[in-house]
Nanobody, 125 residues
Framework: QVQLQESGPGLVKPSQTLSLTCTVS??????????WSWIRQPPGKGLEWMGA???????YYSPSLKSRTSISGDTSKNQFTLHLSSVTPEDTAVYYC?????????????????WGKGTLVTVSS
């Protein structure tokens, strides 16, 4: 059984950095066949892919968020972490971590077989 769980503060102040950690169980983030992503959904809006990290540590980001986004992995803890800097209230969203199968990378969201339950992060002063 593969499980992913997001953790981190539920409230972040504007201009600060939003940091969330995804803890993976039942699989290893070093597994060659999968990649690990962060996806978010603002209230009343659709899902937005933010970025991903591969088993090698290579990272990829959405062009719209690249300047503010960083994803890193900690293989010893089987975790990967999202940092989103200079946040505004527009960054308020439910944030999900996911596992995607590399062989189906072209399917986008449909190629992601495991999702965390999501965590709501509110950006407010």
């Amino acid at each position: 059984q593969v499980q992913l769980q997001e953790s981190g503060p539920g409230l972040v102040k504007p201009s600060q950095t939003l940091s969330l950690t995804c803890t993976v169980s039942g699989d290893s983030i070093t597994t060659n066949d999968y990649y690990w992503s962060w996806i978010r959904q603002p209230p009343g809006k659709g899902l937005e892919w933010m970025g991903a990290i591969l088993h090698s540590g290579s990272t990829y980001y959405s062009p719209s968020l690249k300047s503010r986004t960083s994803i890193s992995g900690d293989t010893s803890k089987n975790q990967f972490t999202l940092h989103l800097s200079s946040v505004t209230p527009e960054d308020t969203a439910v944030y999900y971590c996911t596992r995607g199968y590399k062989g189906s990378w072209y399917l986008g969201r449909d190629g992601m077989d495991y999702w965390g339950k999501g965590t709501l992060v509110t950006v407010s002063s």
